[in-house]
């Protein structure tokens, strides 16, 4: 017995080193994901929210791809032409296999196009003025649009493609049907080309996701090194905190904005910032001629331009970013963020803070006592944060705001009947292109679903505006499309149409060992990642 | 004794009916679950095709009327937010719930009756009256706070206990369990306490003061002076009729321990019902609130049927004088 003790001595840590050894060299590099929410579903087309987009990136793919500069490079097309207007035709990059081992073929692609453009699909948008998919031959394919796109290939970034055998084997040819109440299987299954598939699927609980050998791209320069990636969503912000600080896990990435700075004191952890497309802005009721919420009766105080720039005078964007944003955001005057196609630098400029030119406005136009008004925002951070922060500054100019916070749930269908006066809402560049920005915020709303200001509750109309975004919309030439979104975001600047406060950045946080390169649509591509 | 359980259930299938019309009748005020299924981007042609498609735009007796017939047949429709049937989401978070819920409700009874009973017999020592002043804390301690000081101590600094999840769990038939892994049960410790401090507290306060009252009735007295040794009149005698109130207590708290595990269930993100409900409530799911909160009414009505029958058990003036009705 004693013998036997005295071997296992000897020989254990040898024994140890070599099972350490053995688990290095095999490189089990596991990255253990948390963040507050969970994807919806795996379905690649019924579901447009972030959760669940943040997935299946890692599992499906496009046609076309960004490279870590977030440029639009070729991905399962390896190129692509215009053979008239209304033609795309996209030549398919030969030998890729889906996760089940179909290959990829344009029959797939065609089929995909028609599942994405379903009405139960939430991607219509991936594929903007498509209207149908045609196969030329087995690696050819053209997308048939009804109206030119010039950024189509902007949309295209978040087209999935799914393989028809497929999702025809198992009954998913149209995403998930809610009104049949079935378990669709493609809700809790994905089969796509990308760097990972999916093992494990267990809602609110973890999702598992393991590195494909097979992807095609695997040799590619900006490829990292995780063979598998828990997702686990932590619901709660403390406890999220507390397993990043544990090592529990190792990338958080919607750290609680409060303990930022604790955790990075921390020497384990650090915090990765980046902007992401999105602003964060006030509204005006610019449509009424007497307010919903307002003490001024029988006329609009916010149709003047000179009170909307008087409100931009007055508030202190420099204290906004400090003390409710703490930091994390970069002030703007435009409606378009850096990072999206049109971007205007000159845009950006915003009313400087000075209380006597507020004062002076006012009076200009007839308010020297100012007046009375309810500012509408949902209960999410940081717009309830910021939504009490401004009426202390607009009450140092006359002007009585009240903030009204409700649960976001009432108040998207309180603004969607354009029920209020002024608002705070935060909106992300989903396609990454102006005009996406510009024709459904500042559009003449037609009221009718066209596509056309429909979520330009405010309600602000202008003749110049409009004009320019039909022909940004069609103007093919990129150089002379950029100058029309110039002039739009420069008149919106001047006219105060909205107002803009500010671009948020984004941390993630993460353990001293993760390598991660932030996205500016707020995506971790784990295939990128690298864990030392 | 028969016709009394039927009675009971019957009852119950009302009491059931009424928490599904109100429940139904708030979900008009919760907003719009379309709003967040949608990103804020979204077209209102989508918002109203999705709508359309979720039978969202129909009356509220329309919707009422349909869930409830569904509902007979067991099927409470699909999430709105994981698309995936009501009756299997609930069916899936309902081990762990119930796991967690009887852990906490055994430390209670374990903890809690020795507790009350050394503060009851030792009620001038200093150790009875720290214990007394600690559970001051248990009662007016919100849960979500004892759960992140327990994450604080056993998971951040000392790194003992996992700060999150249910481990690894198995499957045997349609119940998953934790109990049966190390991680599973390493995860089980901390949510446990933190939802058993409450029961702790309450029922070692509750089997002090009956304890007090039944040590200076006369039977007790009479018991010592026929000379029984100490461990028979306090366990034998006394502490068997304080039994009927704690049992009250404890059944309904195990209720409670079920239907309001919820913060407990957010702060360690235990994957039960409470979550699947607080996520529900943010997201506006209308079927699984619905599917939710008959189920916690039909877990009420067969805990207080439970509590009721064993009475009987217990006391034996019931069941002479009651006979086949019940009498309360």
Request: glycine share 8%; charged share 20%.
């Amino acid at each position: 017995m004693l013998m036997v003790i005295r071997m296992t001595r000897r020989i254990l840590p040898t024994l140890i080193s070599a099972i350490v050894l053995a688990s290095t060299a095999v490189h089990a590099k596991t990255l253990r994901y948390a963040s507050q929410d969970d994807p919806q579903t795996l379905d690649a087309h019924s579901s447009n929210l972030l959760p669940t987009n943040r997935v299946l990136s890692s599992v499906y793919e496009g046609l076309v791809g960004r490279d870590k500069n977030y440029k639009i490079v070729p991905w399962l097309a390896l190129s692509w032409s215009q053979p008239d207007r209304m033609t795309w035709r996209f030549k398919l990059r030969p030998n890729v296999k889906f996760h089940g081992g179909e290959e990829l073929t344009a029959d797939d692609v065609v089929f995909s196009v028609e599942r994405a453009l379903h009405p139960l699909s939430q991607m219509k948008s991936s594929l903007q003025g498509v209207k149908a998919a045609k196969k030329i031959d087995k690696l050819t394919v053209d997308l048939i649009m009804s109206e030119p796109n010039p950024v189509l290939l902007n949309h295209l970034f978040q087209f999935r493609i799914v393989s028809k055998e497929w999702s025809e084997k198992h009954k998913a040819a149209v995403p998930q049907n809610y009104k049949d109440r079935e378990d669709t299987y493609s809700s809790r299954n994905a089969n796509g080309t990308g760097p990972f598939k999916v093992t494990l699927r267990q809602p609110d609980v973890k999702t598992v996701l393991v590195a494909n050998a097979d992807w095609w791209n695997k040799g590619s320069a900006e490829k990292g090194n995780l063979t598998q990636v828990d997702i686990l969503p932590v619901k709660s912000n403390a406890t999220r905190a507390a397993a990043l600080l544990s090592g529990e896990v190792d990338f958080v990435l919607d750290p609680p904005p409060q303990d930022i700075a604790r955790l990075k004191t921390n020497p384990n952890v650090k915090i990765v910032e980046g902007a992401e497309a999105r602003v964060q802005y006030l509204a005006f009721d610019q449509f009424r001629d007497e307010l919903l919420y307002s003490d001024v009766k029988g006329k609009n105080p916010l149709k003047d331009v000179r009170v909307r720039q008087a409100i931009a005078h007055a508030i202190d964007i420099e204290a906004i970013k400090d003390k409710v944003m703490r930091n994390l955001a970069i002030p703007t005057g435009s409606q378009v963020p850096r990072g999206v196609q049109g971007y205007t630098k000159d845009a950006e400029k915003r009313a400087d803070y000075d209380k006597d030119k507020a004062k002076k406005l006012l009076a200009d136009a007839g308010y020297p006592n100012g007046f009375g008004i309810t500012i509408d925002c949902g209960n999410i951070q940081p717009a309830a944060d910021i939504c009490q922060a401004i009426p202390p500054m607009l009450s140092q100019v006359g002007i009585r705001a009240t903030p009204n916070i409700i649960p976001q749930a009432t108040y998207f269908p309180k603004i969607q009947k354009f029920d209020t006066s002024m608002y705070i809402l935060s909106w992300g560049s989903a396609t990454y292109d102006a005009l996406y920005n510009l024709q459904l915020l500042l559009h003449t709303s037609t009221g009718d679903n066209t596509g056309y200001g429909d979520s330009n509750y405010g309600r602000y109309s202008n003749k110049k505006m409009d004009e320019l975004i039909g022909k940004i919309k069609v103007e093919a030439d990129m150089k002379k499309r950029d100058g029309f979104i110039r002039e739009a975001l420069m008149l919106h600047n001047q006219e105060v149409a909205t107002l803009p406060l500010h671009q948020p950045l984004v941390p993630w946080a993460m353990r001293k060992n993760v390598e991660a390169t932030f996205t500016p649509n707020n995506i971790p591509y784990f295939f990128r990642f690298k864990l030392n | 004794m028969l016709a009394f359980i039927i009675r009971r259930l019957l009852q119950s299938v009302l009491v059931m009916l009424a928490v599904g019309f109100i429940a139904f009748s708030l979900f008009n005020f919760v907003g719009d679950p379309v709003s967040l299924m949608l990103p804020p981007e979204a077209t209102t042609a989508d918002r109203e095709a999705v709508r359309k498609a979720l039978g969202l735009d129909d009356p509220f007796y329309v919707q009422f009327g349909s869930f409830l017939g569904n509902a007979l047949q067991g099927n409470f429709g699909i999430s709105l937010r994981l698309g995936r049937p009501v009756s299997q989401l609930i069916a899936e978070r309902l081990p762990a719930t119930l796991e967690l819920a009887m852990t906490a409700a055994l430390i209670g009874l374990f903890v809690g009756i020795p507790l009350g009973v050394y503060t009851a017999l030792r009620r001038d020592k200093w150790t009875a009256k720290a214990i007394l002043t600690t559970s001051l804390i248990g009662v007016s301690l919100p849960n979500f706070l004892i759960g992140i000081f327990l994450i604080l101590i056993f998971a951040v600094w000392l790194g003992w206990l996992p700060s999150f999840g249910r481990g690894d769990v198995t499957q045997l038939g349609l119940w998953s369990t934790g109990l049966l892994t190390a991680s599973g049960i390493k995860a089980l410790i901390l949510p446990a306490i933190t939802l058993g401090f409450y029961p702790v507290t309450l029922i070692m306060r509750l089997v002090r003061s009956e304890m007090l009252e039944v040590l200076r009735t006369d039977y007790i007295k009479f018991a010592r002076a026929r000379g029984l040794t100490n461990r028979s009149v306090h366990f034998g005698h006394a502490l068997k009729n304080t039994l009927v109130p704690v049992m009250t207590i404890t059944g309904l708290q195990l209720g409670g321990l079920i239907a309001f595990a919820i913060i407990t269930e957010t702060v360690f993100q235990w994957p039960g019902m409470g979550l699947l409900f607080i996520q529900a409530v943010q997201f506006a799911d209308i079927p699984v609130m619905a599917a939710y909160l008959c189920l916690i009414g039909l877990i009420f009505v067969i805990i207080n049927l439970v509590v009721d029958l064993l009475y009987y058990a217990v006391d034996p003036r019931l069941r002479i004088g009651g006979g086949g009705t019940g009498g309360h």
